[in-house]
């Protein structure tokens, strides 16, 4: 009786005062949204070197938050604080939309936001859906907090270092790792990802695999792969993914032959 009495009160609240729970959406319906839904608030985030924008959006029936980044920056040479420099150096949104392409591909699109491609302010540029998050992976280290379940938070972070091999993030940090209310990981920001290189970045990330993920590199078929992201990448960065896929199915076939697939897989 409690219990349905608190759910009339809630109800008549929500009459009341206009609250109402968000409608589940599908993964569809979500990128119908960031597609057309008004924009009503906008906001400059401090985060990252290109400082997204935070735009609230609505429907009519469902408001939710999104980020919009618009960088595309292409320099021959840049050269950074630190001294190092990188040739035809590419900071774009468009990664942003190639890994989440890439993500539906392997099946790891619960780990990177929903994201399309949409023009506000007059500048194109990848809009992505707000995921729930309480903190990223930098301030849970800085605070020493520490995962309920250290298997399941250790297998996410699996993927996610397979992920950033593929993609050969030069500037995949702490802080685009971020850490949902049930320490679910999300993936984001990719704007320095796609490099040429066709060699991963470091094999030590690549010690352990999820099994679908597995069956999905080997699986990843190379002309879907281009077609679905002609739009942004160069021929030379799909190139660069593939030959990347390649090393990395070799190296985990690798690891199992010499220490058995149980100390590679889960």
Excluded at 116 to 124: A, F, S, T
Aim: glycine share 4%; aromatic share 8%; net charge positive.
């Amino acid at each position: 009786m409690r219990k349905l009495q608190l759910a009339i009160a809630l109800c008549l609240m929500s009459a009341v005062f206009g609250i109402a729970a968000e409608p589940e959406l599908t993964k569809d319906q979500i990128k119908q949204f960031l597609l057309t839904a008004k924009v009503v608030r906008s906001r400059q985030t401090s985060k990252g070197v290109t400082q997204p924008f935070r735009l609230t959006l609505t429907d009519g029936t469902v408001t939710h938050d999104a980020v919009f980044q618009a960088v595309d920056q292409h320099k021959p040479t840049m050269q950074f604080a630190d001294g190092h420099s990188e040739l035809n150096f590419v900071d774009s949104y468009k990664y942003n939309l190639a890994a989440y392409v890439l993500a539906e591909m392997l099946d790891l699109d619960n780990l990177i936001p929903i994201h399309v491609e949409r023009k506000w302010n007059g500048n194109l540029g990848s809009l992505s859906w707000l995921v729930p998050v309480k903190m990223d992976e930098e301030e849970r280290m800085k605070r020493k907090v520490s995962a309920p379940d250290t298997d399941a938070w250790n297998k996410q972070m699996y993927r996610v270092r397979i992920f950033d091999e593929l993609v050969y993030d030069t500037d995949a940090n702490l802080t685009n790792v971020l850490v949902g209310d049930d320490w679910k990981l999300w993936r984001v920001d990719f704007s320095r990802a796609f490099r040429l290189n066709k060699d991963v970045k470091s094999t030590a990330n690549l010690t352990h695999c999820d099994r679908q993920l597995f069956e999905k590199l080997k699986a990843l078929d190379a002309k879907e792969f281009r077609l679905r992201t002609k739009n942004h990448l160069t021929s030379a960065e799909m190139d660069g993914v593939l030959a990347r896929r390649d090393k990395i199915v070799a190296f985990i076939q690798k690891s199992i032959a010499e220490k058995g697939e149980s100390a590679v897989l889960y």
